[in-house]
């Protein structure tokens, strides 16, 4: 089972910024938040991973709450082709990831 | 483009027969796992590699399935006398090892369909 909660669908005004939530109330204290999207028919992409302090880079920022138990994907400038399912996953550092994906968030992009 | 590689993208058969698929990773990643994807949801862990060793299989790995990855490198999926059921998007990821957390890099995907 999926160790994280996520709403299915989100939409987003093109150029706003689009803030998709999670939930993993049970994290523990070695786990990474991880986020990847899968656009259509393709495989899932990487986005941006974090432990307990905020992060950005390229693509997206990731704020994880202090108590760790919820986080926000922010893509600050949304456009057409992010339109995708947005997978916030939880998975321990090092050793191999069994990553349980969910069915994560539609995320519709309007022009 | 993630260099991750699958052959083929597309293939269709029929219930009965055998296929087999390749995923060629990330050249330095000495990980490398399996998932399968069905219509409407996430990916599923089907099996993981550390170097050649096969050393996870998910319970969805039936005994049709087996998977190979010959010194370390490119990696095989087999399913014999397929089912309809067996139709899905497989996947390959590779992800470079250590103590640092590190992400997966997946390939396109073969998108199965079993007639």
């Known amino acids: 089972d999926a160790k994280t909660t996520q709403p299915p669908s989100m939409d987003c005004a093109e150029g706003r910024a689009a803030n998709l939530p999670c939930n993993h109330s049970t994290i523990s204290g070695n786990e990474y938040v991880y986020w990847y999207r899968q656009i259509h028919s393709q495989g899932p992409q990487y986005i941006i991973h974090?432990?307990?302090n905020n992060e950005t880079n390229e693509m997206a920022s990731l704020i994880i709450t202090e108590d760790r138990k919820s986080s926000t994907l922010i893509l600050p400038h949304a456009t057409l082709r992010d339109t995708a399912v947005y997978y916030c996953?939880?998975?321990?550092?090092?050793?191999?990831?069994?990553?349980?994906f969910g069915t994560g968030t539609k995320l519709q992009v309007i022009p | 483009d993630t260099g991750v590689s699958q052959d083929p993208r597309h293939k269709i058969t029929k219930r009965g027969q055998n296929v087999t698929f390749r995923c060629d990773p990330i050249s330095e990643h000495n990980r490398l796992y399996w998932y399968r994807q069905t219509l409407g949801q996430g990916p599923e862990f089907l099996t993981y590699?550390?170097?050649?060793?096969?050393?996870?299989k998910s319970r969805l790995l039936s005994d049709r399935f087996s998977a190979e990855r010959p010194k370390g490198s490119f990696s095989t999926l087999e399913i014999q006398r397929t089912e309809q059921g067996d139709s899905a998007m497989y996947l390959c990821?590779?992800?470079?090892?250590?103590?640092?957390?590190?992400?997966?890099?997946f390939g396109p995907g073969t998108r199965l369909t079993v007639t």
């Open positions: 590699f550390q170097n050649e060793a096969q050393l996870e």
């Open positions: 990821a590779s992800q470079l090892g250590g103590a640092a957390s590190y992400e997966q890099y």
């Open positions: 974090g432990l307990k």
């Open positions: 996953i939880v998975e321990l550092s090092g050793g191999y990831q069994k990553v349980t």
